[in-house]
Every structure is written in structure tokens, then in C-alpha cells.
Nanobody
């Protein structure tokens, strides 16, 4: 029904930059918001940044001023530009989409998740 495909993760030196991309595809009726979460083994998954279809954004305090979330609504794609990366940013980053999908008379609204992409920042 819906698939989120992430790309852009990798290994980078502290102070460097990466850009993550996530494209949602399938029987999508409408997208309410898309977001990036991250998770370190043994710890709770946390919200990094979120953007609504209308363009409103929300960032974790730890990434404000360094990360920028953006979107291409026509392509159902969300991006995360990560600058001034720190070792603490090392995590698996997950794409999340709050959307309506399905082919029935009233498709449900729910969250969908990508499989995650590893971001590793070395000192």
C-alpha cells in the first residue's frame, strides 16, 4: 500500500553535512505531515524534525540551527539537510509519514515508517 524509501545516510566527519531524502509512494490520497526521527540502540526513538504539507516546521532543541527540513509536496518527498554534524547525531534515522492512503471509500489516516538509514558522525 505505502512505502517510504530513504536515502542519503552514511559516514561523515564531525562538522560535516549530509542530506537525507525520503519518498513516499503507493495509494496515497493525501499527506498531512512528514518527519524524521532517530534512534540509538537502547534508547527511545526521538523526533528530529517535522513538516506539514502547509510548511509548518518543528525541530528538536538539539538540532535547531543546524538541521533544516523541507519537502516537495508534488513528489511526496521530505528532506533533512544536516549541517555542523556532531558525534551525538549518530543514530538510525527513520522517515515518518502521517498520511491518508488506500483505495476504499474512506481510506484511513495513519503513520507509516521507513526502514531507517544509518548516520554515523566521527570525531
Amino acid at each position: 500500500q505505502v512505502q517510504l524509501v530513504e536515502s542519503g545516510g552514511g559516514l561523515v566527519q564531525a562538522g560535516g553535512s549530509l542530506r537525507l531524502s525520503c519518498a513516499a509512494s503507493g495509494t496515497i490520497v493525501s499527506v498531512n505531515a512528514m518527519a524524521w526521527y532517530r534512534q540509538v540502540p537502547g534508547k527511545q526513538r526521538e523526533l528530529v524534525a517535522r513538516i506539514t504539507t502547509g510548511g509548518s516546521t518543528n525541530y528538536a532543541d538539539s538540532v535547531k540551527g543546524r538541521f533544516t527540513i523541507s519537502r516537495d509536496n508534488g513528489k511526496n518527498t521530505v528532506y533533512l539537510q544536516m549541517n555542523s554534524l556532531k558525534a551525538e547525531d549518530t543514530a538510525v534515522y527513520y522517515c515518518n509519514a502521517d498520511l491518508v492512503a488506500g483505495s476504499g471509500w474512506y481510506p484511513p489516516r495513519r503513520d507509516y515508517w521507513g526502514q531507517g538509514t544509518q548516520v554515523t558522525v566521527s570525531s
